[in-house]
């Protein structure tokens, strides 16, 4: 395993043993409709508040990935997981009765690919057999928390994007699978002195093309020796800052990236205006539609790069920029 400038390529790269995606009803009236493992009803599926719904979310999206991986939680060595909100509740809540030695990751909507680099190490290091990396979001819930309370009834800009109601969770470990980890890459904190919390994209774009750009020179390779580029989420308007700036930089996408923002809902029928973000839409995108495609043969390589926002509401009422940061997958189809 050599380390060169965040970039870290795995001498024993894991293997994808399972993985699971959840939604909501919105997210499941979208493109992925019938592609996930369960929908929930309604805001809170039966729970007492958006909180415990989303725990509720991200503990079946972890029991279905550990499922589909024939495996039990016992198995599973280590997880590495997280959320949007404070102290990561909907994931210490989630996950506690699993009973599975957890580590908290917060990289607002970066979390799913960070958490997957970070189990990826993991296992291919030898330090553990099996990993799982589980992420989730859901848009009441973190709308309190960053912006305003859904009663406020605020209007929305056309920048603004949809925090999606979703979780995903991906089984990594030794062994055989369709699919491998061969390549992870940590990214910088980028920031363009953006201090719009409706505009996300913008803030988040340009971490994503240091990041992308960074991994293309040091493997020598262009977009066009990747069957898609998947960012997370960047949405209508950063995924538009995103081919500019790869232009100027000499690597232009080619027709080749596609964004988690813009494939999780229709924003031609659904308003969600830019597209949709939070971290549960780039763990769903990934593991209900890409990575089942992937087991299927096509597409066979892969750059996952989820992006996040690293702000809150505290240093946005305080004046502060919204620094961005994007970390890196590599998956390689058999």
Request: net charge negative; aromatic share 6%.
């Amino acid at each position: 395993m050599s380390l060169k400038r965040g970039i870290i390529h795995l001498k024993n790269p894991p293997s994808i043993l399972g993985f699971s995606a959840v939604a909501g009803d919105m997210e499941q009236s979208g493109p992925l409709s019938g592609k996930f493992d369960k929908v929930f009803k309604g805001d809170m599926d039966g729970e007492k508040s958006f909180e415990k719904a989303e725990s509720k979310m991200q503990l079946c999206a972890a029991e279905k990935a550990i499922e589909k991986a024939n495996l039990n939680p016992e198995d599973i060595e280590i997880a590495f997981a997280g959320d949007l909100l404070n102290q990561c509740i909907g994931t210490n809540y989630g996950l506690r009765e699993l009973g599975i030695p957890f580590a908290g990751v917060y990289g607002a909507c970066s979390t799913m690919a960070e958490s997957i680099v970070i189990s990826s190490v993991f296992v291919s290091s030898g330090q553990v057999e099996r990993a799982i990396a589980v992420t989730s979001s859901h848009f009441c819930a973190s709308e309190r928390q960053f912006r305003f309370p859904l009663e406020y009834g605020g209007q929305r800009p056309p920048t603004a994007q949809w925090t999606a109601t979703a979780a995903g969770a991906v089984v990594l470990g030794k062994g055989q699978s369709k699919i491998k980890i061969k390549s992870v890459g940590v990214g910088r904190i980028i920031d363009y002195k953006i201090k719009d919390m409706n505009n996300m994209g913008a803030a988040m774009a340009p971490a994503a093309v240091d990041t992308i750009v960074k991994f293309l020179e040091d493997t020598n390779t262009t977009p066009k020796d990747y069957d898609l580029i998947l960012t997370g989420d960047l949405g209508q308007v950063g995924s538009s800052i995103l081919s500019e700036l790869m232009d100027m930089e000499g690597y232009p996408l080619e027709g080749r990236h596609s964004d988690c923002g813009m494939l999780l809902f229709d924003r031609k029928k659904q308003d969600v205006h830019a597209g949709g973000s939070g971290c549960g839409c780039s763990a769903a995108v990934l593991c209900a539609d890409v990575l089942d495609r992937m087991s299927k043969g096509n597409p066979k390589k892969v750059l996952f790069i989820a992006t996040g926002a690293l702000m809150s509401p505290t240093s946005n009422q305080q004046g502060e920029s919204i620094p961005g940061v994007a970390h890196l997958v590599l998956l390689e189809g058999e």
